[in-house]
């Protein structure tokens, strides 16, 4: 089989970049190992509405819930709220990723891509050193995809940029290891977004509940692979659960790990492109991906159909890419990066402490960097090594 | 090597991410280890649900 474009994995990031790149009358073909697209789920679900719109009609068929904004927790209970339209690229809708995600590939398929699913790829094809395409294994058969550019959406299990000598291994400091229960309970504000900070609840995370409608949430918490240990994710969240929320009925159960890394070193090389969680572009405060990864695969999209069409599919030809996504989505990843380094490191007092100098703000109009500009201002010796940050 | 209790693994696939050496492979439900495996627990030590451990081999 021959194409322009093989993108592995359909998760948002691949099958905008996908899309992109077909509605720009490339061949592509869109590989994903799962036999159902979308399920399980691995994700808290939260985007921001202004940054979804900006970049696909949002369908009620795969919202499951608005909020009017979020509630931020210090581990004493005290707490903020905050405007959905400022509270950051993780509230606004709660989305159904099962169908969501199904609804990003059939867009990607309308608009011409051929999409394959369990379809898993083994490794980069190679002809005289240069990238040619994907070897992969489908319903157990093995099959070569020859194409002018692989572009690795493989999330954070990616193999495609350790295949192209980018090495992408999380080690404990860069990832956040999560659990989560969809579950049912009276006390679900079903207005909120909620976010619980502590290091007893989540060392190095937080607790987080997004709700989904008629008191259903996604309740769930990450915590910092530096700090966790076997296990702990899920003992956590029990506990959580059982304290807070001790009638509450479990629905659905999910795990996964969250790249928080920040920006790697390259995320191109001779014919390969990286996207999403596989380019560790998630966000590396809030963990959220979705948007970071539909933007840059929108980016590597726009970019290989200018190097396939140019002739030039190597490091320089797919060179925008990496400018591209550094220039946008990039600096507030590099900036969030900074700011987790910091805050992992904040004991409860101290969280204690920022919450209550805030008490008397008014934050409900801020968004993050001015929140954290407030904060600053009121915690100068505290916060003294971030104040670059909201310059 | 490392064991997979596989009525515990919630084929997340964060396992697969830290590997310093690419010896796993998630496939739908079921995680794959291979011999390049190193032994170093970095995925023992993550996994969220505890599912793996690492044991001395028998003999």
């Known amino acids: 089989m021959r194409c322009d474009v093989v993108v592995v994995g359909a998760g948002p990031g691949g099958s905008m970049a996908a899309k992109t790149a077909a509605e720009r009358g490339m061949n592509v073909v869109l590989l994903e190992k799962r036999q159902e697209i979308g399920d399980p789920v691995r994700c808290a679900e939260g985007v921001s509405k202004a940054r979804l719109s900006s970049m696909i009609k949002p369908d009620p068929r795969w919202i499951a819930a608005e909020v009017k904004g979020a509630r931020l927790y210090a581990p004493d209970g005290s707490n903020v709220v905050m405007s959905e ?34 379809t898993r790829a083994l490794d980069l094809l190679r002809a005289n050193g240069s990238v040619k395409g994907i070897r992969a294994m489908r319903y157990g058969e093995i099959i070569d995809i020859e194409a002018d550019v692989v572009i690795g959406a493989d999330g954070v299990e990616s193999k495609v ?12 400091g860069d990832i956040e290891v999560c659990a989560q229960f969809l579950l049912y309970d009276k006390g679900i504000d079903d207005e909120y977004c909620e976010f619980f900070l502590g290091n007893e609840l ?33 003992k956590l969240l029990r506990r959580f659960v059982e304290r ?74 797919l060179m925008a890419y990496e400018k591209r996504w550094r220039e946008s989505i990039g600096k507030q990843i590099a900036r969030h990066l900074d700011l987790k380094e910091f805050f992992i ?6 969280l ?31 916060l003294w090594e971030l104040r670059h940050l909201v310059m | 090597m490392i064991t997979v209790n596989r009525y515990v693994c919630g084929y997340c696939g964060a396992c697969v991410g830290v590997c310093p050496v690419c010896a796993l492979e998630l496939v739908e439900t079921w995680l794959e280890v291979s011999d390049e495996c190193i032994e170093c627990g970095r995925c023992v030590r993550l996994c969220p649900t505890g599912a793996l451990s690492l044991e001395e081999a028998q003999g």
């Open chain 1, 202 to 234: 989540a060392p190095g995370g937080y607790v987080w509940s997004f709700p989904k409608g008629e008191h259903l949430a996604n309740v769930g918490l990450g915590v910092i692979g530096s700090r966790s240990e076997p296990g702990a994710p899920v």
């Open chain 1, 161 to 172: 940029g350790r295949w192209a000598g980018i090495d992408t291994a999380l080690k404990p």
């Open chain 1, 85 to 118: 339209d400022k509270s950051g690229d993780e509230v606004g809708y709660v989305l159904e990723r099962k169908i969501f995600d199904r609804a990003l590939a059939m867009d990607a398929a309308r608009a011409g891509a051929r999409v394959m699913v369990k």
């Open chain 1, 345 to 350: 490191r904040l004991s409860d007092d101290d």
């Open chain 1, 244 to 317: 807070r929320m001790p009638e509450a009925r479990i629905v659905e159960m999910v795990v996964g790990g969250v790249p928080v890394s920040g920006p790697i070193e390259r995320t191109i090389a001779d014919g390969v492109m990286l996207v999403g969680d596989a380019a560790r572009q998630s966000d590396p405060i809030t963990g959220g991906g979705i948007l970071n990864a539909m933007q840059a695969g929108m980016i590597a999209g726009e970019v290989v159909a200018d190097a396939v069409s140019s002739g030039d599919t190597g490091v320089e030809g």
């Open chain 1, 352 to 382: 204690n402490k920022l919450m209550h100098s805030i008490q008397s703000e008014d934050v409900s109009k801020m968004d993050l960097r001015g929140m954290l500009r407030v904060l600053i201002r009121l915690n100068p010796k505290m």
